[in-house]
């Protein structure tokens, strides 16, 4: 199931080996195939100090396992909710194995590094990302087996809680000075910007598509502003990250909107709790209506959603 997935997009930069002068346990952010193996085996004890659950993620390494290859795909007049809506739908393949009509579907492809849920084995393509992103894909994904809500309660807090668990872990094992450590907290600020973005632009398009399905705008129309509007959000996109994206369309769109929907307000909470980690955990911990099948019931999911929304408002105070 499509629920297990997730992972997010990161951008990949060079690493360079910067060590921090007061951490002695501190080397060097080049790590060979072994030590990142055993890296695995300290970021696990470290998610026990900070109280999360044990899994069975990463336990093995899978050199037959490149990676995860899906794809989704929307109608090119609608815009779905999150990877939630059945109108977001998915396959596994590639741009080369699939035949998805694009005259009718935006379609996303998605190489995935690993899945939660599933006993994931660290990947060759895991092993091989960059540091920054190996840590912070553990630490995400792990975070999936600690609640059980709406992919888009579960992924933004998987955000949150997988940069700001990284930060900590990489500044005592690497340094505050570390390469790695700065290019994780860049990415976290560059996020939060950039979830601003695309929730303005779902809200757009989203009218766009409302009044083309009311018949106020032929397709024709429609489908000219929609792509105006691409080409504005590919711009503002830009001012954050200094580069673009390639697959720009409804279904990342809506994909994108599974983790930046709620990132914000995740945020707030961490914030609010004097960015203590193991208080925002317990607030997490205790989002309502956990457990169930969310499958094929966005409005459902919406409502949850809403709820867990108001809930987290309610702790940020």
Known sequence: MIKLLLIVLSWLFALAVVVSACKPAATSTSLSENERLELVKEIKTFQKKLGFDPT??????????????????????DLPYSLDDPALKYGEGTAQTSSIDTRKYDVFYYSIPALAGISTPITKSLLESPLHRFIFIIFHEDWHEQIKSPLGIEEASGEIMGYVSSLLFTEERFGRDSE??????????????????????????????????????????????????IRSLDDDIYEVWGKRRNQLNNAF???????????????????????????????LRGIPEQGGSFDNDIERVKGIEGRVAEY?????A
Do not use: C, W
Request: no cysteine.
């Open 180 to 229: 790695v450590y700065a290019t994780l907290e860049r990415e976290l600020t560059n996020k939060l910007k950039e979830s601003r973005v695309f929730q303005s632009y779902y809200e757009r398009l989203s009218a766009l598509y409302a009044d083309y399905r009311e018949g106020k705008m032929p397709e024709a129309e429609t489908l000219s502003r929609k792509s105006q509007l």
């Open 253 to 283: 769109i809506s994909f994108q909107m599974t983790y930046y929907r709620h990132l914000n307000l995740m945020h707030d909470v961490f914030s609010a709790s004097n960015s203590d980690i193991m208080a925002t955990i317990k607030v």
């Open 312 to 316: 987290l408002r309610n702790n940020r």
């Open 56 to 77: 069975e993620n990463f336990a093995s390494y899978s050199d037959k396992k490149e990676a995860y290859d899906y794809y989704f795909y929307a109608p090119v007049a």
